[in-house]
């Protein structure tokens, strides 16, 4: 059973890598560089951190796509999971729909990323 | 690096990603009496890992560069063409997904009713895509 399961959580493991990445870079892009381009006047962060940036995403779209189409996902969480990487901080919503994914996939009850205090 | 040989490594790249895709495509159909052998979809997957990525790699790295030289960055036709290089991107991984799925032997049994009309409309897709990227390369209509 356990074989069974391996490559999909390995998948959604190198993903949810892939999807850190992709949101670092974003934040670093919308609130460190392009701050300094328009207001510092140092354009040099834009044009270093925005190709590493596209890179980046280039790299999460191809990984979900190849992890949805093997694991069999439903078009509506590739959507989602593309809308939330295109916002700044979206990542965590994406990471809460990730681990959920695995959760279920581990026929566990998915934990929640973020716990209210009782 | 000059400018010539640049394009000449980026549209080489392109035709060996582009290739390597419906390659991926053929590869990933099934079941009928044409399906692949399992042999068959191994060798594509480990040609996918050896050449069609890195050519994607290549595609993306070289174009960006001359892209950069050249300030086309605020040329609409990029963009476009951009659209559709990210578009294929994704077909890459949707494909290469599918492969895998059918080329494992635990898993390919609860895909044998997965219907191909998807495939064909990927192949058609990329055929499409490599087209308009094509003609707004050379003709940069906007």
Redesign the interface.
């Known amino acids: 059973m356990r074989?069974?399961i391996h490559?999909e959580l390995a998948l959604m493991s190198r993903l949810r890598q892939v999807a850190f990445l992709e949101g670092a870079t974003l934040i670093l892009l919308s609130f460190v560089a392009v701050p300094l381009k328009h207001w510092g006047d140092t354009p040099i962060a834009v044009?270093v951190l925005g190709?590493i940036h596209?890179?980046v995403f280039?790299a999460y779209?191809?990984?979900?796509?190849?992890?949805?189409?093997?694991?069999?996902w439903r078009a509506r969480d590739v959507v989602l999971l593309v809308a939330t990487s295109l916002l700044p901080f979206g990542s965590i919503i994406g990471s809460s729909l990730l681990r959920r994914r695995v959760g279920a996939h581990l026929g566990q009850k998915a934990k929640p990323l973020l716990r209210w205090p009782r | 690096m000059n400018t010539l040989w640049l394009k000449a490594a980026h549209v080489g790249a392109a035709l060996t990603w582009v290739a390597g895709l419906l390659l991926l495509s053929i590869a990933s159909r099934g079941p009928s009496a044409s399906e692949p052998s399992p042999e068959w979809r191994r060798f594509v997957l480990t040609w996918s890992r050896w050449v069609t990525t890195p050519a994607?790699l290549a595609v993306?790295?070289l174009g960006?560069t001359m892209a950069?030289r050249a300030h086309w960055f605020s040329s609409g036709w990029l963009m476009a063409k951009l659209a559709c290089v990210?578009a294929l991107?994704?077909?890459?991984?949707?494909?290469?997904?599918?492969l895998?799925?059918r080329a494992?032997p635990?898993?390919s049994t609860d895909?044998k009713h997965d219907p191909d009309r998807s495939l064909t409309a990927v192949s058609i897709a990329i055929i499409l895509l490599s087209f308009a990227i094509a003609a707004l390369v050379v003709v940069k209509p906007f």
């Open positions: 074989s069974n490559p044009s190709p596209g890179l280039v779209l191809v990984t979900l796509m190849q992890t949805a189409a093997e694991c069999r | 994607m993306w790295g960006l950069a990210l991107s994704a077909g890459h991984g949707y494909l290469s997904g599918r895998r799925r494992s635990r898993r895909s």
